[in-house]
């Protein structure tokens, strides 16, 4: 099993940045990938998108890119969500989860969730 711990999240304004941080524990050896969800009321929960652990780029759903950044320390076992350029769209809660699958940009299969984190973006 996999202990997922999100932090970072917050008010901020539009046009403002926040960044979250997802520390891992447990059996992170076993996992293949590291990936970022987002659920806004009312809505069905987004694939924002995901790093493998190992290297290789990240990769971002269209809603996003350009605006966000997904990055890891593998020594500090943590992932990170840079968001920039935030809008009241961007206004959910955050969920980071990992998979074992290797294909982690489908953006299923993701089995251990972190607890989520709010995130609003005032206008």
């Known amino acids: 099993q996999v202990q997922l711990v999100e932090s970072g999240g917050g008010l901020v304004q539009a046009g403002g940045s926040l960044r979250l941080s997802c520390a891992a524990s447990?059996?992170?050896?076993?996992?293949?990938?590291m990936g970022w969800f987002r659920q806004a009321p009312g809505k069905e929960r987004e694939f924002v998108g995901c790093?493998?652990?190992?290297?290789?780029?990240?990769y971002y759903a269209d809603s996003v890119k350009g605006r966000f950044t997904i990055s890891r320390d593998n020594a500090k076992n943590t992932g990170y969500l840079q968001m920039n350029s935030l809008k009241p769209e961007d206004t959910a809660v955050y969920y980071c989860a990992s998979t074992a699958s290797f294909f982690p940009w489908r953006g299923y299969e993701y089995d251990d969730w972190g607890q989520g984190t709010q995130v609003t973006v005032s206008s």
């Open positions: 447990g059996r992170t050896f076993s996992r293949y990938a």
């Open positions: 790093i493998i652990w190992s290297g290789g780029a990240p």
